[in-house]
């Protein structure tokens, strides 16, 4: 399991209408790697799993867009 820094930076790549979470590291040389985090969809259900854990608000309040390009969000 990576660690993950406040500096940390990911991006989310669209492969066949599902969605990966990705990190960009910078490797020794200055070259930067690319790490496969996870899909979309688990990392959204690990963070409410961990929300739960840690005692935060899990459910949003304002209705707005989703992650996916496109999307109308939750029904309010």
Do not use: C, D
Not at 29 to 40: E, I, P
Not at 49 to 76: D, I, L, N, R, Y
């Amino acid at each position: 399991m990576h660690n993950f820094y406040v500096g940390s930076k990911f991006y989310i790549k669209e492969i066949k209408g599902r969605y990966y979470v990705y990190i960009i590291e910078n490797s020794t040389g200055g070259k930067q790697r690319h790490h496969y985090v996870g899909s979309l969809e688990m990392v959204i259900q690990t963070y409410l799993e961990v929300a739960k854990v840690w005692g935060k608000p899990t459910e949003t309040s304002v209705a707005g867009p989703g992650f996916e390009p496109g999307s109308q969000g939750p029904e309010p």
